[in-house]
Nanobody, 125 residues
Framework: VQLQASGGGLVQAGGSLRLSCTAS????????MGWFRRAPGKEREFVAS????????NTADSAKGRFTISRDNAKNTVDLEMNDLSPDDTAVYYC???????????????????WGKGTLVTVSS
């Protein structure tokens, strides 16, 4: 199993980034997918998640209106479009997979079975 996140980097406050995660080694279309992040010195926190078919999403309050999660089951990818970034968004971002055909994608880390290694997003002020 592999979850390879990419797209991180350095961006100025107010800017945008698009993260992408490519999955392999498991049945992507039968898993909900999520993005989490861990800021320096802080606990890991939920960012956004999406059901197995892309029909429903769940977004943390801190990301609502700025971040959009999407997926392409034909390509085994899940993306996180991030707009209006602020220094508070600086973190390592991780994609994760949660098995099952749930109607609402989970927002708790224990629900996720597979995790990627993360990609660093740094937002300068």
């Amino acid at each position: 199993v592999q979850l390879q996140a990419s797209g991180g980097g350095l961006v100025q406050a107010g800017g945008s980034l698009r993260l992408s995660c490519t999955a392999s080694g498991f049945t992507f279309s039968s898993h909900a997918m999520g993005w989490f992040r861990r800021a320096p010195g802080k606990e890991r926190e939920f960012v956004a998640s999406i059901t197995w078919n892309g029909g429903n999403t769940n977004t943390a309050d801190s990301a609502k209106g700025r971040f959009t999660i999407s997926r392409d089951n034909a390509k085994n990818t899940v993306d996180l479009e991030m707009n209006d970034l602020s220094p508070d968004d600086t973190a390592v971002y991780y994609c994760a997979a949660s098995p099952g055909y749930t109607g609402r994608p989970p927002n708790r880390a224990p629900a996720y079975t597979y995790w990627g290694k993360g990609t660093l997003v740094t937002v300068s002020s």
